[in-house]
């Protein structure tokens, strides 16, 4: 018999919470589909391609602040040139007369303003990016919580973790007054509570980096700074209908993966809180209808002749993403004609809904930038994600009573975990494969499944189910993917790699993320599986000494890590790596609550202590 604290992803929860029958009911009327051999997907060429999605307009303050920041590329030229800065920025008066002042800018031939000119603009006009959300001492921050971290018991891990805790206090911040009072001079969103950033250049918070905080704020025993994140993105689904890709105007097309409901029930196993849950399970069933509805919705009928209904990315969007206008212009400017690069947009804008921005897994052809398709992709993450966003609902709805619910969504999420096995699971691999669609598919149409549609391409993602209990409590399957995982040649020195392609994108290889760590980890880990829980810790391990020799070296947690080289930082995409880093150290704390770390083991790489 499952319960509400065996599903949870932390078993060091101290709230007893009912228990029900859940998983043994799945089990008995889902399992894994039969196997059959899989050729390597195919996938087609964008022939005839249209865009034909929604899209929800922007403000004219961000439009204006993309002009400014096609100035600023004129003007200070490609060199260490971040886009998104211009759109960070703040208005010091109205719009009209900062506009017409940067329409008498004096210009050269070419357009371009002088740098003495346009740096004199800039500071009687803008205030600068960030200084929008000012510093908050966050109420719950203590220098060494009671119960932190008891199984670390090396004396240098444990103070290198009251580092990374107090990174926390840098993190956290509050939206200005000035927000709140003038909200149109500003492109930062409103929100209700204080915020922990990921760091750097992502000056606002963030949807699906929020889950990977949070665990870090349960390790630190911050229950109310993470109860804030929750209220903040529950009051966002409340303003938009869902949560959106981060606290920015130019971030209202798309939202990102759907963690809210890992969020909401992590905290109430540790806390108890069911106001939290209450005041969550409306939105949340918000959030499902975001996601299994209009766009997002696809149809595929099986090879037994069986529909089924998943989800997809797709971003309601069409033009240059405004963070990063200048850059997508320069890559569309390949394209012929005006409704290819819609498309094209729509993609990128998708990608980032994704969180995965970007990869050759949205490839058609992997040296070809231009051939990105998400929306023409049932992604096995997402659906995961909404998967356990079910079982979630599921749990919360018996929690405050309410039956109908709880009825309905555990008959949705059957129909999605069979709708996982017969679309995504590869047998023959032992891993779920993300799945081709064809071109401009409508939610009404419904795809035939073909197993050449499947993606043979190997990439961390194929390996995410495993964090949900479904299948990491199946012996069968979790021996499969083990055998699968430890062949696949993703496996670094140092972690997890994203993929095995080295693209120059940020989402393959060489790099590894904490987020795909720590399901990957936590899934094998919460097996019954001595070899998979013997690798679990063996990946934390590596992920942990890596995490800690990049800061001794550096001073900073990092963004993401090469995980060929213990102790190296991660590269490649459209920005500079960054520092901070809200979900790098979540993992890390989650990861030493969970495994610890012996008194007599040595830290570093090479177990060379630094």
Same mark, same amino acid.
């Given at each position: 018999?499952?319960?509400?604290?065996?599903?949870?992803?932390?078993?060091?929860?101290?709230? @007893?919470?009912?228990?029900?029958? $859940?998983? %043994?009911? &799945?089990? !008995?009327? *889902?399992? #894994?589909? +039969?196997?059959?051999?899989? /050729?390597?997907?195919?996938?087609?060429?964008?022939?005839?391609?249209?865009?034909?999605?929604?899209?929800?307009?922007?403000?004219?303050?961000?439009?204006?602040?993309?002009?400014?920041?096609?100035?600023?590329?004129?003007?200070?030229?490609?060199?260490?040139?971040? @886009?998104?800065?211009?759109?960070? $920025?703040? %208005?010091? &008066?109205? !719009?009209? *007369?900062? #506009?017409? +002042?940067?329409?008498?800018? /004096?210009?050269?031939?070419?357009?371009?303003?002088?740098?003495?000119?346009?740096?004199?603009?800039?500071?009687?006009?803008?205030?600068?990016?960030?200084?929008?959300?000012?510093?908050?001492?966050?109420?719950?921050?203590?220098?060494?919580?009671?119960?932190?971290? @008891?199984?670390?018991?090396?004396?240098?891990?444990?103070?290198?973790? !009251?580092?990374?805790?107090?990174?926390?206090?840098?993190?956290?911040?509050?939206?200005?007054?000035?927000?709140?009072?003038?909200?149109?001079?500003?492109?930062?969103?409103?929100?209700?509570?204080?915020?922990?950033?990921?760091?750097?250049?992502?000056?606002?918070?963030?949807?699906?980096?929020?889950?990977?905080?949070?665990?870090?704020?349960?390790?630190?025993?911050?229950?109310?700074?993470?109860?804030?994140?929750?209220?903040?993105?529950?009051?966002?689904?409340?303003?938009?209908?869902?949560?959106?890709?981060?606290?920015?105007?130019?971030?209202?097309?798309?939202?990102?993966?759907?963690?809210?409901?890992?969020?909401?029930?992590?905290?109430?196993?540790?806390?108890?809180?069911?106001?939290?849950?209450?005041?969550?399970?409306?939105?949340?069933?918000?959030?499902?209808?975001?996601?299994?509805?209009?766009?997002?919705?696809?149809?595929?009928?099986?090879?037994?002749?069986?529909?089924?209904?998943?989800?997809?990315?797709?971003?309601?969007?069409?033009?240059?993403?405004?963070?990063?206008?200048?850059?997508?212009?320069?890559?569309?400017?390949?394209?012929?004609?005006?409704?290819?690069?819609?498309?094209?947009?729509?993609?990128?804008?998708?990608?980032?809904?994704?969180?995965?921005?970007?990869?050759?897994?949205?490839?058609?052809?992997?040296?070809?930038?231009?051939?990105?398709?998400?929306?023409?992709?049932?992604?096995?993450?997402?659906?995961?994600?909404?998967?356990?966003?079910?079982?979630?609902?599921?749990?919360?709805?018996?929690?405050?009573?309410?039956?109908?619910?709880?009825?309905?969504?555990?008959?949705?999420?059957?129909?999605?975990?069979?709708?996982?096995?017969?679309?995504?699971?590869?047998?023959?691999?032992?891993?779920?494969?993300?799945?081709?669609?064809?071109?401009?598919?409508?939610?009404?149409?419904?795809?035939?499944?073909?197993?050449?549609?499947?993606?043979?391409?190997?990439?961390?993602?194929?390996?995410?189910?495993?964090?949900?209990?479904?299948?990491?409590?199946?012996?069968?399957?979790?021996?499969?993917?083990?055998?699968?995982?430890?062949?696949?040649?993703?496996?670094?020195?140092?972690?997890?790699?994203?993929?095995?392609?080295?693209?120059?994108?940020?989402?393959?290889?060489?790099?590894?993320?904490?987020?795909?760590?720590?399901?990957?980890?936590?899934?094998?880990?919460?097996?019954?599986?001595?070899?998979?829980?013997?690798?679990?810790?063996?990946?934390?391990?590596?992920?942990?000494?890596?995490?800690?020799?990049?800061?001794?070296?550096?001073?900073?947690?990092?963004?993401?890590?090469?995980?060929?080289?213990?102790?190296?930082?991660?590269?490649?995409?459209?920005?500079?790596?960054?520092?901070?880093?809200?979900?790098?150290?979540?993992?890390?704390?989650?990861?030493?609550?969970?495994?610890?770390?012996?008194?007599?083991?040595?830290?570093?790489?090479?177990?060379?202590?630094?």
């Amino acid at each position: 018999m499952a319960s509400f604290r065996s599903r949870s992803s932390n078993s060091n929860g101290n709230h @007893p919470a009912s228990s029900f029958s $859940l998983l %043994l009911l &799945f089990l !008995l009327l *889902a399992s #894994v589909s +039969a196997s059959e051999t899989v /050729p390597k997907a195919m996938s087609k060429p964008a022939t005839g391609n249209f865009d034909r999605g929604p899209v929800v307009p922007t403000t004219p303050l961000v439009t204006f602040l993309e002009r400014v920041q096609e100035s600023a590329l004129a003007t200070f030229g490609q060199k260490d040139f971040d @886009p998104k800065l211009y759109v960070d $920025l703040s %208005l010091k &008066f109205d !719009l009209s *007369a900062t #506009v017409t +002042a940067f329409h008498k800018l /004096p210009r050269n031939a070419t357009g371009s303003v002088s740098i003495p000119d346009f740096k004199e603009f800039m500071h009687e006009y803008f205030d600068g990016a960030g200084n929008d959300l000012v510093y908050t001492e966050p109420p719950d921050f203590v220098p060494e919580p009671d119960g932190f971290l @008891p199984k670390v018991k090396n004396p240098q891990v444990r103070a290198w973790a !009251l580092e990374v805790h107090a990174l926390w206090k840098n993190l956290s911040r509050r939206v200005s007054c000035s927000v709140l009072d003038r909200p149109e001079f500003h492109t930062l969103l409103p929100l209700p509570g204080p915020v922990v950033i990921p760091g750097s250049r992502f000056r606002e918070v963030y949807y699906w980096d929020s889950y990977w905080v949070i665990r870090g704020l349960l390790a630190s025993k911050m229950y109310k700074t993470a109860k804030a994140i929750v209220t903040n993105l529950i009051y966002l689904i409340d303003t938009y209908g869902y949560v959106l890709n981060g606290a920015r105007a130019y971030y209202t097309n798309r939202s990102q993966p759907p963690l809210l409901s890992a969020m909401v029930y992590d905290i109430y196993n540790r806390t108890g809180d069911l106001d939290l849950v209450k005041k969550a399970l409306p939105a949340l069933l918000k959030e499902h209808q975001f996601w299994n509805s209009g766009i997002h919705k696809v149809n595929v009928q099986d090879d037994r002749g069986r529909n089924h209904t998943l989800s997809r990315y797709y971003a309601m969007w069409n033009k240059p993403r405004p963070e990063s206008s200048t850059i997508d212009k320069a890559h569309a400017s390949k394209l012929l004609n005006a409704s290819e690069k819609e498309q094209f947009y729509r993609e990128l804008a998708s990608i980032a809904e994704s969180g995965w921005d970007f990869s050759t897994r949205w490839m058609r052809n992997t040296s070809d930038f231009t051939t990105l398709a998400i929306t023409s992709i049932l992604p096995v993450d997402l659906n995961i994600f909404i998967l356990k966003m079910e079982l979630d609902i599921v749990s919360m709805a018996q929690i405050v009573g309410d039956n109908k619910t709880a009825e309905s969504f555990l008959k949705a999420a059957q129909a999605r975990k069979a709708a996982i096995d017969s679309v995504f699971w590869n047998e023959e691999n032992g891993q779920w494969l993300d799945y081709w669609i064809s071109n401009g598919t409508s939610s009404q149409e419904c795809q035939r499944w073909k197993a050449s549609n499947q993606n043979n391409n190997t990439f961390a993602s194929n390996f995410v189910p495993i964090w949900i209990d479904l299948f990491n409590s199946d012996t069968c399957i979790v021996e499969k993917v083990r055998k699968s995982f430890q062949s696949s040649g993703l496996l670094g020195a140092a972690g997890i790699a994203t993929s095995l392609t080295r693209s120059g994108e940020q989402w393959d290889f060489p790099n590894g993320w904490a987020p795909l760590q720590h399901m990957i980890v936590e899934g094998f880990g919460k097996s019954g599986s001595h070899e998979a829980k013997s690798m679990a810790q063996d990946i934390a391990m590596r992920w942990i000494n890596t995490n800690y020799v990049a800061y001794k070296e550096t001073g900073a947690m990092h963004e993401k890590y090469n995980v060929e080289k213990c102790g190296d930082i991660g590269g490649g995409g459209e920005y500079i790596p960054q520092t901070g880093f809200g979900w790098s150290n979540g993992v890390v704390l989650a990861f030493l609550e969970e495994f610890g770390w012996p008194a007599d083991l040595k830290i570093g790489c090479n177990g060379v202590m630094l």
